[in-house]
């Protein structure tokens, strides 16, 4: 079977910062005028009055201490608590594409490669900006690469279940190469509005050039050792945005075209769900967990990774067994785990062995085990 290889990753990181204390300062001043023009009818008990937030909330529920987005006056406008993102001409590249490229570029530098060198384009993220043309197809246009490209959705699963599908193009012969590119803008689709939620996102853009082992001599080179994929439906973390809406007037609008979920249930039903795919496929691997240097983790919540990474390793992970990048990015859906990847795989030395893992609505699990080439 033809090995493949990790050869190079990227990253754009959005200009613009909010930390918690920003954002609470914005929430409480909406929740505050709320409280204040209905107090009538929260006094009557028609209405529920709405609870302030904290960044002491905050940090101990999630992790999370700041968040890079795309537009940061428009979230922090009480009045608008949304980014604020002006639509381009059709002649312009569209926005999420322009963070893909830029993400796309850095993956083939650091894999050595030129957009020549590429034959497919694999834009996976959890929310597209348009239905159609693909938004892989505008990337290979920009980046000028060659073959063709499509998008994916598996929401915070997309970048390891493309990985994957990429790896299995290329055994089969039907690209010398590719690069998975992960545009998210995650705060696009997040209510700011909702105390349990309006911290979990932020805005970044992710790219992983993938080819034959036997062809890639790049510094940064990583062996694909195997992948493992699960998927199971649930509807505890939704988002019922989509082209059908104007066919319902009536719920247009509504607190579920925006991210919702059921928190505990996700944490009680998805921590024990990873651990178990995680030791199975390095069982199957015939890999001890105590082999494994590091885990590179999906990044929507400190404590589910805490937990995780306890599971897998039977003992209490260090910062340096599953690094987190929650403090400084938030929740980047797709993004996460090859932001952690990105920026914690400098230090491994050839034939450490690392497990890259993203998990999310679906509910989804991807597992990518690498092995660092010489």
């Given at each position: 079977m033809t090995d493949i290889a990790i050869s190079g990753t990227g990253l754009f990181t959005p200009p613009n910062q909010i930390s918690n204390a920003e954002l609470v300062e914005a929430f409480n001043a909406f929740v505050a005028r709320f409280n204040a023009e209905n107090a009538a009818e929260i006094a009557s008990g028609n209405v529920e009055a709405l609870q302030p937030s904290s960044t002491e909330f905050i940090l101990k529920a999630s992790g999370i201490a700041n968040r890079y987005v795309m537009n940061k006056s428009g979230i922090l406008d009480p009045e608008i608590m949304a980014p604020r993102i002006a639509e381009r001409p059709n002649e312009q590249i569209s926005v999420l594409a322009e963070m893909g490229v830029a993400a796309a570029r850095e993956a083939l530098t650091q894999a050595g490669r030129e957009a020549g060198d590429i034959d497919c384009v694999v834009c996976a993220a959890s929310n597209m900006q348009r239905a159609y043309p693909a938004m892989a197809c505008e990337i290979q246009a920009?980046?000028?690469?060659?073959?063709?490209?499509?998008?994916?959705?598996?929401?915070?699963?997309?970048?390891?279940?493309?990985?994957?599908?990429?790896?299995?193009?290329?055994?089969?012969?039907?690209?010398?190469?590719?690069?998975?590119?992960?545009?998210?803008?995650?705060?696009?689709?997040?209510?700011?509005?909702?105390?349990?939620?309006?911290?979990?996102?932020?805005?970044?853009?992710?790219?992983?050039?993938?080819?034959?082992?036997?062809?890639?001599?790049?510094?940064?080179?990583?062996?694909?050792?195997?992948?493992?994929?699960?998927?199971?439906?649930?509807?505890?973390?939704?988002?019922?945005?989509?082209?059908?809406?104007?066919?319902?007037?009536?719920?247009?609008?509504?607190?579920?075209?925006?991210?919702?979920?059921?928190g505990r249930k996700v944490f009680r039903e998805v921590v024990p769900a990873v651990a178990e795919l995680i030791l199975e496929h390095l069982a199957e691997l015939m890999i001890a967990p105590d082999h494994i240097k590091r885990m590179w983790l999906h990044q929507a919540n400190l404590n589910m990774n805490v937990l995780v990474s306890r599971k897998v390793m039977g003992r209490e992970p260090t910062p340096e067994d599953a690094p987190t990048i929650l403090d400084e990015y938030a929740n980047t859906s797709s993004a996460g785990s090859i932001i952690a990847f990105h920026k914690n795989k400098s230090d491994f030395e050839t034939g450490d062995l690392g497990l890259i893992c993203s998990f999310g609505a679906g509910y989804s699990v991807g597992n990518v085990v690498v092995r660092k080439a010489a």
């Open positions: 920009e980046l000028g690469t060659k073959g063709f490209g499509f998008d994916m959705n598996v929401a915070c699963s997309s970048a390891t279940f493309g990985i994957q599908v990429a790896a299995d193009m290329i055994r089969a012969g039907n690209a010398r190469a590719a690069i998975v590119v992960n545009p998210e803008i995650c705060s696009g689709h997040l209510n700011f509005r909702d105390r349990d939620s309006h911290f979990i996102f932020g805005d970044a853009a992710t790219a992983i050039v993938l080819e034959r082992a036997d062809r890639s001599d790049s510094a940064h080179k990583f062996d694909v050792v195997g992948t493992r994929l699960f998927t199971q439906f649930s509807n505890n973390i939704r988002n019922n945005f989509g082209f059908l809406n104007r066919c319902a007037p009536e719920g247009i609008g509504a607190k579920d075209k925006l991210f919702v979920q059921e």
